[in-house]
């Protein structure tokens, strides 16, 4: 969702070069299982959630309507495939390259996922249960937005500091690059990396500032409540 200070490559080439092992060490590193907080806990996926709710499509679609902006989720067998800022046939075009070309809209789907954002905005719930589904994004993509996990409800980090806490303290622009990419807004919650001149400088956010600022205010007053 990071907008500013693109960098070419989100899997960190022209400039941030890893090795195969390095990536897969990274996965590793914050896999489930791995011992190293919440940033490999992802929520486990359920019993192929889209075939439970009796809809036969590799991939549903719809919209949820928050406070700050329309949201189009994208829900497959896995879980969480996309919750995102962009424009629906952008993240149709990625899910039908990086999943399945059936994407079908089907809006009673995607009921769950509506119920945890309503909550999140109504401050009732400070982290999500939904599974996610992490193939719009790379190995290292997948290190990074993990990593958001161990970002605390109410608190901000910036890129550079997130670049440290995965072990590539150099990689600071590749980490907003792929910030730039995040499918699942507020599920993988990339409001919370804030420039480095917070509180007065936020920076850039795919909903706009003053839609990462309502998130930022709607954390900070429910925090520690």
Same mark, same amino acid.
């Given at each position: 969702?990071?907008?500013? $200070?693109? *960098? ?6 022209? @400039? ?6 390095? %990536?897969?060490?990274?996965? &590793?590193?914050t896999? !489930? ?6 940033g ?8 192929? !959630? ?8 590799? =991939?549903?679609?719809g =919209?949820?309507?928050? !406070?700050v ?22 993240? %149709? ?5 990086? +999943? ?12 769950? +996922?509506?119920?945890? %954002?309503?909550? *999140?905005?109504?401050?009732? &719930?400070?982290?999500? $249960? =939904?599974?996610?589904?992490? &193939? ?7 290190v990074?937005? &993990?990593?958001?996990?161990?970002v605390?409800?109410?608190?901000t %980090? ?8 995965i ?29 480095d001149? *917070? !509180? ?8 706009? +500032? ?13 925090? @520690?409540?």
């Amino acid at each position: 969702m990071w907008h500013g $200070d693109r *960098y070419p490559g989100s899997d960190g080439t022209d @400039g941030f070069r890893a090795g195969a092992d390095d %990536i897969d060490a990274l996965v &590793r590193a914050t896999s !489930p299982g791995s011992g190293q907080g919440r940033g490999g806990a992802l929520p486990e996926p359920a019993a192929t !959630p889209v075939e439970a709710r009796g809809v036969p499509f590799d =991939v549903v679609t719809g =919209v949820a309507e928050t !406070p700050v902006g329309f949201l189009f989720c994208a829900l497959t067998d896995a879980g969480l495939a996309a919750c995102s800022f962009a424009p629906e046939e952008t993240v %149709i075009d990625r899910l039908e390259r990086a +999943v399945s070309p059936d994407v079908v809209p089907h809006d009673a789907g995607l009921e769950p +996922v509506r119920r945890e %954002i309503n909550a *999140y905005f109504a401050g009732r &719930r400070s982290a999500f $249960d =939904v599974p996610l589904d992490l &193939r719009l994004t790379g190995d290292f993509g997948r290190v990074v937005l &993990r990593s958001l996990l161990d970002v605390p409800y109410g608190s901000t %980090i910036t890129p550079g500091e997130l670049a440290a806490r995965i072990g590539r303290p150099n990689a600071r622009r590749a980490v907003a690059s792929t910030l730039a990419e995040n499918p699942l807004c507020l599920f993988l919650p990339c409001h919370r990396v804030v420039a480095d001149g *917070y !509180p007065d400088a936020l920076g850039p956010y795919s909903g706009g +500032v003053e839609a990462k600022r309502a998130l930022l205010a709607l954390e900070a007053g429910h925090a @520690g409540a």
